[in-house]
């Protein structure tokens, strides 16, 4: 396993916007249902060289629910007949104009496909991303809108997963289930991931997966912010360094920004590590 450590510090100034659901179960994610652009994204007139199709939906069989998405295509998408890597992205009503401007002024040869939580302010990303709901909404992801995508679009299927804070969380669980062979994955960048809310059966899938294969092909690139989870990222991190999983690299960033604002700047270094 290759480990390597980058320390990137970050300081944004901007304000803290909290609006998650309060007490009970979900305090711990009273700021998570905000991701506040970084003060250095794109403006949003931004003219993509590129080209992005959205206000596009998928309604899932298993979850009964309709999800937004967007895809963005890169510049030269429409004059070739090549075959592209696709990233997904969760929390599209927040992050796609962000990630996608930035693929688009970096030439990344790269599809982007950002789906949303759901209905519009629904919080759907707590039954989605936490909990019970997980198994389903993996399932509509693997068995419904990736096959979608990849029926629609020229896709090599090399995927990419990003999710931030509960987005997170939730790529913590492909990752512990990935496939023995070929991963379904082969990149992972999960940013201040939500892992406080780990369960002992989430950390027991994990080392389920590292006993019945020490291979993992897969890239992970983690990332935290400062106020935010940085101490369950890091406990995250330890675990999967003390697995000696083979084929298996670890990225760790770090940013000193609130956790509302690690999106944008972890997935503008990000994309430099596999793009």
């Known amino acids: 396993m290759k480990i390597k450590f980058v320390l990137l510090v970050i300081v944004c100034m901007s304000t803290l916007q909290a609006c998650g659901r309060q007490g009970g179960d979900y305090a711990k994610f009273a700021t998570d249902n905000t991701i506040v652009n970084h003060s250095d994204s794109p403006v949003a007139a931004y003219p993509y060289v590129g080209s992005v199709q959205t206000n596009l939906s998928i309604t899932s069989k298993i979850t009964g629910i309709t999800y937004p998405y967007h895809v963005y295509l890169p510049y030269n998408y429409s004059l070739s007949a090549k075959s592209y890597s696709v990233i997904y992205g969760t929390d599209a009503q927040w992050v796609f104009p962000h990630f996608s401007q930035r693929l688009d002024v970096r030439n990344k040869d790269v599809i982007f496909v ?19 709901g ?7 992801f693997k068995t419904e809108f990736v096959p979608m995508i990849e029926s629609t679009y020229r896709t090599n299927h090399e995927r990419t997963y990003v999710g931030t804070s509960l987005g997170g969380l939730l790529g913590s669980s492909f990752l512990a289930k990935e496939p023995l062979g070929e991963p379904y994955f082969k990149n992972y960048l999960l940013f201040d991931g939500s892992f406080f809310a780990l369960t002992e059966k989430d950390i027991q899938a994990e080392e389920e997966r590292f006993n019945a294969s020490k291979k993992l092909d897969v890239t ?3 990332t935290s912010a400062s106020p935010g989870n940085v101490n369950d990222v890091t406990v995250y991190e330890q675990r999967y360094e003390s697995r000696q999983y083979e084929d298996f690299t670890i990225h760790r960033l770090r940013y000193l920004v609130p956790h509302n604002d690690v999106a944008n ?4 270094e990000a994309i430099e590590f596999i793009y």
Do not use: Q, T
């Open 265 to 268: 700047p972890s997935f503008d």
């Open 134 to 140: 997980v198994s389903n909404y993996m399932s509509f």
């Open 220 to 222: 992970l690139i983690l």
């Open 114 to 132: 950002g789906i949303e939580e759901g209905p519009l302010n629904s919080n759907r990303r707590f039954d989605d991303f936490l909990g019970s």
